[in-house]
């Protein structure tokens, strides 16, 4: 079964209007982590915003929030004010822990193409 | 500051050839080290990750294997490459402890032809 699953494959935004981006997860942990990245075209992951399970705010970083519903279990992205370079795709990950090591664990992304 | 490096950043291999993919961390030590792969328009791929020296864990099993012969030095290789090999390979180091996010090198894009 997917961990992390991405229900949204392309996404189209008016310049400077506010986009959510789905995710929801899976886990029966109680310690987690969401976060997500960007990636253009050139091919680098760039970390946007991250959340911790425990954590009682939601994230913010600039533009980007995460709008944080752990009964749900989504962790969707928020970019508000969106600008021509936000054109990339967007990944949604969450980190699960192990005897060997935390690693991360993607969703399929959303391609959000922003309009101007 | 912490770099990583990747190379090289693309590479044309005929089917049944070798393959080597290397990336190296600066500025940290006891990094935990990940390779993902990620198919054309699609999400990335977990292959393989590393704790410490000597020590990789395989996600899926496959034609590619891994290798950690220094402490900030990951190396993916494949006795003989296939067409379903072809991909972005992202190599990506965290931190031991915490729960840091991961940095990413700039990747690899890999044709089997």
């Known amino acids: 079964a997917q961990k992390i699953t991405q229900t949204q494959p392309g996404m189209f935004v008016q310049e400077k209007e506010a986009v959510t981006l789905d995710c929801t997860y899976d886990?029966?942990?109680?310690?987690?982590?969401l976060f997500w990245y960007k990636q253009p075209s050139s091919g680098e992951m760039i970390f946007l915003i991250y959340q911790g399970s425990y954590d009682q705010q939601n994230a913010t970083e600039g533009r980007y929030s995460l709008n944080f519903q752990k009964a749900r279990k989504s962790a969707n992205l928020v970019i508000s004010a969106s600008q021509l370079g936000d054109s990339a795709m967007y990944f949604c990950?969450?980190?699960?822990?192990?005897?060997?090591?935390?690693?991360?664990?993607f969703g399929a992304g959303t391609i959000l193409r922003v309009k101007s | 500051s912490q770099t990583i490096h990747q190379w090289p950043a693309t590479l044309v291999q005929p089917v049944g050839s070798p393959l080597s993919l290397e990336c190296t961390v600066e500025?940290?030590?006891?990094?935990?080290l990940y390779w993902y792969r990620q198919a054309a328009g699609r999400g990335l791929q977990l292959l393989f990750y590393s704790v410490g020296i000597g020590q990789i864990s395989s996600e899926v099993p496959q034609n590619l294997s891994a290798s950690r012969p220094q402490d900030r030095q990951f190396i993916l290789s494949s006795k003989k490459l296939l067409l379903s090999d072809s991909g972005f390979y992202l190599c990506?180091?965290?931190?031991?402890?915490?729960?840091?996010?991961?940095?990413f090198g700039s990747g690899t894009q890999l044709s089997v032809l």
């Open positions: 500025g940290t030590s006891n990094p935990n």
């Open positions: 990506a180091w965290g931190p031991r402890a915490g729960h840091e996010k991961l940095f």
């Open positions: 886990t029966s942990d109680p310690s987690y982590g």
């Open positions: 990950a969450m980190r699960e822990d192990s005897e060997y090591g935390n690693k991360l664990v």
